[in-house]
């Protein structure tokens, strides 16, 4: 096996006898994307018999796998950066890029915290802050724009323990091996955790899902998804899933 392909969720949906060998995609999707992803993706499998294969991870990695030759032929990031630096290779044609939904950051604490603002973080009762890698993590660059907004970015490197995808990050609050962290705010409805703020967008960049064709891949196929993604159907179901769309 490829060594893209190592830690990344595979999953299959929608494969019908009908379905031609070519009538299939490979999408890399943000992991805060799963559950709506998921859904979308079997709703235009049962409509159009075409088979959607999801790849599941930070959107840095994603982005990085794309960029060692995976054969992927949609990436729907969570953040602008990765879908820039694969223009920048040629990989992706930005004048394609589509914006498909929005999303807020949240501090989440535990069921029982008593954190009641951001502010709070620098305090001596926070012991353990998680946040996803700003390196490949966009909730994690969205959290550090924010820190350094608010001042507090230096006080809280003592507390910070890093996830590898804000799905982690979430996982370490629910499961009490962090005080507190920062997700979406649809992530903080996948979990037992207490949303403690909501962060002012002007704190960071804009919180934007770009979906990008990858060229020389399964390119019309691929548009065709993407078409789908924008449409009434897949609106409804990112909209029910706390998502905002354009």
């Known amino acids: 096996m490829k060594q893209w392909m190592v830690a990344v969720v595979m999953v299959a949906?929608?494969?019908g006898s009908q379905a031609r060998a070519d009538q299939k995609i490979i999408v890399s999707a943000a992991a805060s994307l799963k559950e709506v992803?998921?859904?979308?993706?079997?709703?235009?499998?049962r409509e159009t018999?075409?088979?959607?294969?999801?790849?599941?991870?930070?959107?840095?990695?994603?982005?990085?796998?794309?960029?060692?030759?995976?054969?992927?032929d949609l990436f729907v990031s969570a953040g602008q950066e990765q879908i820039a630096r694969l223009a920048d290779k040629k990989l992706v044609d930005p004048k394609a890029v589509r914006i498909i939904a929005r999303n807020q950051l949240v501090l989440i604490?535990?069921?029982?915290t008593k954190l009641q603002s951001i502010e709070?973080?620098?305090?001596?009762?926070?012991?353990?802050?998680?946040m996803g890698d700003p390196e490949t993590v966009p909730a994690g660059?969205?959290?550090?724009q924010s820190l350094k907004a608010l001042g507090l970015w230096e006080k809280v490197q003592p507390k910070l323990v890093y996830g590898a995808s804000v799905r982690q990050v979430l996982d370490y609050v629910a499961h009490s091996e962090a005080e507190a962290g920062f997700v979406y705010a649809t992530d903080a409805r996948m979990a037992e955790v207490k949303v403690v703020a909501m962060v002012a967008a002007k704190m960071h960049e804009p919180i934007v899902y770009p979906a990008a064709i990858i060229k020389g891949q399964n390119e019309r196929e691929a548009a065709g998804f993407v078409g789908y993604l924008g449409g009434p159907v897949a609106r409804k179901i990112l909209r029910e899933h706390g998502f905002e769309t354009e």
């Open 141 to 144: 660059e969205y959290a550090r």
């Open 49 to 72: 018999k075409v088979e959607v294969r999801l790849n599941l991870g930070a959107s840095g990695q994603l982005a990085a796998q794309i960029e060692a030759g995976a054969p992927v």
């Open 109 to 112: 604490g535990e069921r029982g």
């Open 13 to 15: 949906i929608g494969w």
């Open 120 to 130: 709070q973080l620098k305090d001596a009762g926070i012991m353990h802050l998680a």
């Open 37 to 45: 992803v998921e859904e979308i993706a079997g709703a235009y499998s």
